[in-house]
């Protein structure tokens, strides 16, 4: 694979509008970010650029029949919010490596909080045009990525393994305010719309890791096992009736 290029090269080469060059350049502050982070970190991040844009040049979907959170580049009003989100998921994600490895997400997640990052990417967004609705949405997709970056790792029986990933989105509250979960009598609801929404996230974030880990032996097989799981999840939520229950009781048959 090869020593992955500087992210400054990467972005200059890769990306063909001079707007999204610029969005690129605003959120990575990278003279400063590399420094803290150190090399090892650093050389990951620019392999999950590098994916990144691989991604987002690729006409071909990460899982058939889902929604594609990031446009081609340089294609679509999308981009507006799903670029700054998924480059501010990849400059937060793993700061919290460089303390504890097996804990890395958590404490990335919590420092979104304490160090008040989400803070400084909401400023860094509205420098960017976005209103405060697309502002908030951006920043709870964040944060809930940064929980979930490697949930395909999570492996318990076959059989229970899409109702385990499902009760464990569900229990993050982020994931809750992403789906918009209320109750109205006695009923626990979800937005459909979010749900296929959060899939697609969660099929691109997947694709990303996949992608950028070193020496990765069949890509293509490990990411179709896990995209039928997100395809079983995506059914479950279409026969759910937009109900939380129904939709727990759908993916445990």
Same mark, same amino acid.
């Given at each position: 694979?090869?020593?992955?290029?500087?992210?400054?090269?990467?972005?200059?080469?890769?990306?063909?509008?001079?707007?999204?060059?610029?969005?690129?350049?605003?959120?990575?502050?990278?003279?400063?970010?590399?420094?803290?982070?150190?090399?090892?970190?650093?050389?990951?991040?620019?392999?999950?650029? !590098?994916?990144?844009?691989?991604?987002?040049?690729?006409?071909?979907?990460?899982?058939?029949?889902?929604?594609?959170?990031?446009?081609?580049?340089? $294609?679509?009003?999308?981009?507006?919010? !799903?670029?700054?989100?998924?480059?501010?998921?990849?400059?937060?994600?793993?700061?919290?490596?460089?303390?504890?490895?097996?804990?890395?997400? $958590?404490?990335?997640?919590?420092?979104?909080?304490?160090?008040?990052?989400?803070?400084?990417?909401?400023?860094?967004? $509205?420098?960017?045009?976005?209103?405060?609705?697309?502002? $908030?949405?951006?920043?709870?997709?964040?944060?809930?990525l940064v929980t979930h970056q490697r949930w395909f790792e999570v492996q318990p029986a076959a059989e229970a393994w899409a109702y385990h990933i499902l009760t464990t989105w569900l229990a993050d509250r982020d994931v809750q305010q992403f789906l918009q979960v209320n109750r109205y009598q006695d009923v626990l609801w979800f937005n459909q719309e979010s749900f296929d929404e959060l899939l697609g996230w969660m099929g691109w974030v997947m694709a990303v890791q996949l992608r950028s880990d070193p020496g990765p032996a069949a890509v293509a097989q490990a990411q179709r096992a896990h995209c039928e799981i997100l395809e079983r999840l995506q059914q479950a939520a279409q026969a759910s009736e937009f109900q939380v229950e129904k939709l727990l009781d759908e993916v445990k048959k």
């Open positions: 694979m090869g020593e992955p290029r500087p992210i400054g090269e990467l972005v200059d080469k890769s990306l063909g509008s001079k707007r999204l060059r610029d969005e690129v350049r605003l959120v990575r502050l990278r003279l400063v970010w590399e420094e803290v982070v150190g090399g090892s970190l650093a050389r990951r991040t620019r392999r999950k650029l !590098a994916a990144i844009l691989d991604l987002a040049r690729s006409e071909e979907p990460v899982c058939e029949g889902l929604d594609e959170p990031l446009p081609l580049l340089g $294609q679509g009003a999308q981009g507006a919010t !799903a670029w700054p989100t998924c480059l501010g998921w990849l400059f937060t994600h793993n700061l919290g490596h460089m303390i504890d490895e097996a804990s890395g997400a $958590q404490i990335s997640r919590s420092w979104l909080d304490e160090w008040l990052l989400g803070k400084i990417l909401a400023g860094t967004f $509205q420098d960017l045009g976005m209103d405060q609705g697309m502002r $908030q949405r951006a920043l709870v997709t964040i944060k809930l």
